[in-house]
């Protein structure tokens, strides 16, 4: 006898993120034709079972209805709540926020990407659950719902048996987080190789590189020195060497580094090497010890040291969850 496939139910509507939907959904279809067992059945639900227009104007149908699933008692394994522009009406619309509370209600397991979280969070499905969303969107999560536990920095966050995601394409590392927690993580390596993702970042990694995190220097000098950073992480990354390379003193430098990026240069350069040292770690079979001297570090050591401070792990457990197997 076949395996009942895990029911993911997709809840889209009027201005949806078409990436928050199509993300996930071929996330899951594509577990699925590599061998997810039981597999995924996706079941996408519009509030009254018509077809809804998303932000960039294309239609998206829909296979059932919401407020019949909301009546009905079969049990589901997934609900997944999408954002996007159409989510700021649906956060004030209570038929919409009861239906998702009662399918909610019947999940195993609760999701949102993106601003779908606010949706989350208005129908009481995140109450005392540690969540994010688009960053543009966090300060005002927080806000609005202090019983939420909004972590703004982070890809995605699992608190439990609620899974929520940053901004658009970070659907899909959620939900490899997903396919890897149901199948273990080869079928998830397998079907990022697919889908043809570069890596898979951890739920702990920042939504921005340190570069984007960054403030933009107005300083001509500064916003050299940020362009040419990335290509010479092996270098001498002192003070004095990033002053001379400025035409700055040292002391001047620091303090005008400070106030351009809001981060000291010691801070933005470790964050940099360390980025450089996770693709690596991701894409390459080369030991601790060899990538640690190119990404400027030296030692294993002292990328351990790193490595804990800003991924609160080692470089040996980062390889082991995210490295990038050959398809």
């Known amino acids: ?24 959904v071929e996330v899951l279809r594509t577990a699925t034709r590599l061998g997810a067992d039981p597999p995924y059945e996706t ?49 004030h619309d209570d038929r919409f926020l009861a239906d998702v509370a009662a399918v909610g209600d019947r999940a195993r397991r609760v999701t949102a990407v993106c601003t779908g979280s606010w949706l989350l969070a208005a129908a009481g499905l995140l109450d005392g659950h540690a969540a994010t969303t688009h960053w543009a969107s966090a300060e005002a999560l927080a806000d609005h719902f202090p019983t939420v536990g909004v972590e703004p920095d982070r890809i995605y966050v699992q608190d439990r048996d609620r899974w929520t995601s940053a901004g658009v394409t970070a659907g899909i590392d959620l939900f490899l987080a997903i396919v890897d927690a ?28 340190a570069q984007l995190r960054a403030q933009p220097s107005s300083e001509p000098a500064i916003a050299a020195l940020q362009r040419w950073l990335p290509d010479h992480l092996a270098d001498d990354l002192g003070v004095e060497a990033l002053a001379r390379q400025c035409g700055m003193s040292p002391r001047t430098f620091a303090r005008a580094f400070g106030r351009e990026t809001g981060t000291t240069p010691a801070v933005f350069v470790e964050e940099l090497r360390v980025e450089a040292a996770q693709r690596l770690l991701e894409t390459t079979d080369l030991t601790v010890a060899a990538i640690a001297g190119r990404v400027g570090l030296h030692h ?11 991924l609160g792990t080692t470089p040996d457990r980062y390889r082991q969850h995210f490295a990038r197997r050959a398809s």
Request: proline fraction near 6%.
């Open 1 to 24: 006898m076949a395996p009942r496939p895990h029911t993911v139910v997709l809840v889209a509507f009027d201005g949806l993120q078409l990436l928050d939907l199509a993300g996930p």
């Open 43 to 91: 079941v996408v639900a519009t509030p009254d079972g018509h077809p809804v227009r998303s932000e960039s104007g294309i239609q998206i149908g829909a296979d059932t209805a919401l407020d019949e699933l909301a009546r009905g008692s079969a049990p589901l394994d997934t609900l997944v709540v999408v954002g996007g522009h159409g989510s700021r009406r649906l956060r």
């Open 182 to 209: 149901d199948h273990g993580a080869e079928l998830a390596h397998e079907v990022a190789g697919w889908l043809v993702v570069f890596a898979r970042r951890p739920g702990g990694q920042s939504q921005f590189s």
């Open 300 to 310: 294993a050591e002292t990328l351990h040291r790193a490595f804990r401070r800003r």
